[in-house]
């Protein structure tokens, strides 16, 4: 079943601004990753964080995970219009590991 | 210098037709996986293998058989085709120790008419 649930599910903004997209999960956890996906094309690792950290930076990325809340954010900060695709976040479940659970993703739109 | 290669690319095939797909990594790994995404761009996972042996199949209709002839190396073969078979289908592999990151190949457009 699916565990991740991503927030909102479309988001447009512009150039220059920033990003935020938020992730729900429902079970425990070893760690939750994020991918991009651009249109007609795989998915891109973009960040790891396991569970027992808190905040991780990688660039312009910034993930946060709260594992009281089963909650993870990213953040891209100075949006570009390469940044525009759809964002996944998925789970690494502590009973089933390597087996990822993908959220519905997040469709990113930068226009310049 | 591709790390993870699927073929073909596109795929359509009528119903009731069985097609394979092949997938390839040269990043060293030992798992792969075989990945749906349907129309909705919901990912679901689907079969993985660990150095040649099956240890995740998910409720999965045996008209879908996976084949790791090695551990750089891992097809899928599907019998009977359905429409509702039409997703794209993506391979990834990763290190089972490392307990990290997937690599995902360029996926494969498949569409059953």
């Known amino acids: 079943s699916q565990q991740g649930e991503e927030d909102p599910q479309a988001l447009s903004i512009q150039e220059g601004e920033n990003a935020t997209m938020n992730c729900s999960y429902k079970t425990s956890i070893n760690n939750l990753q994020w991918y991009r996906q651009n249109s007609g094309r795989g998915l891109v690792h973009l960040i790891l964080?396991?569970?027992?950290?808190r905040e991780k930076h990688s660039g312009r990325l910034r993930v946060t995970l709260d594992t009281s809340k089963k909650s993870s954010s990213l953040l891209i900060t100075a949006s570009r219009a390469a940044d525009t695709a759809s964002y996944f976040c998925a789970t690494d479940p502590t009973d089933s590991w390597g087996k990822l659970q993908f959220g519905a993703g997040t469709q990113v739109v930068v226009t310049p | 210098d591709t790390a993870v290669s699927q073929t073909p690319k596109y795929l359509v095939t009528q119903m009731g037709n069985d097609k394979s797909i092949k997938c390839e990594q040269n990043?060293?790994?030992?798992?792969m996986y075989w990945y749906k995404q349907d129309s909705k761009k919901f990912l679901k996972i689907m079969f993985s293998?660990?150095?040649?042996?099956?240890?995740i199949n998910e409720t999965v209709p045996n008209r879908f058989s996976p084949k790791s002839p090695d551990k750089a190396h891992l097809n899928l073969h599907i019998n009977s085709l359905e429409l509702g078979d039409s997703a794209v289908y993506f391979c990834?592999?990763?290190?089972?120790?490392?307990?990290?990151?997937?690599?995902f190949g360029p996926g494969t457009r498949l569409t059953v008419t």
């Open positions: 990043l060293g790994h030992d798992t």
């Open positions: 990834a592999s990763t290190d089972w120790g490392v307990k990290g990151e997937q690599y």
């Open positions: 293998y660990n150095n040649k042996e099956l240890i």
């Open positions: 964080i396991r569970s027992n950290e």
